[in-house]
């Protein structure tokens, strides 16, 4: 059984800040975070935000399960989070996804 399949992630909430189209006034400012994860952490992040587990991501990315999880823990602690969700909902906030 999947992650999703588990229940673990509800892709339909996850994706709903990602499709939504933002209005100008919406947006937040991107400046002072805009550096704040490097782009792979970015990729990694971006990956499992749609429900992939570390290993599909890391097939996806074509590097090891262990660095995905080097990348999703380092992700974790620059935007001080510690779930998969709370980590896409605040770099979806902070226009880093």
Do not use: W
Not at 15 to 20: F, G, Q, S
Not at 43 to 65: D, F, H, M, W
Request: net charge positive; proline share 4%; glycine share 6%.
């Amino acid at each position: 059984m999947t992650e999703a399949a588990a229940g673990r992630y509800d892709v339909g909430v996850v994706r709903a800040p990602l499709d939504k189209p933002r209005s100008s006034g919406a947006r937040l400012q991107v400046a002072p975070s805009a550096g704040l994860l490097t782009e792979r952490e970015r990729e990694v992040l971006r990956c499992i935000s749609l429900g992939a587990s570390n290993k599909l991501a890391a097939q996806k990315l074509s590097i090891s399960p262990s660095t995905v999880r080097t990348h999703v823990e380092s992700v974790f602690r620059k935007l001080e989070c510690s779930t998969r969700a709370a980590a896409t909902l605040k770099a979806t906030q902070l226009g880093l996804l």
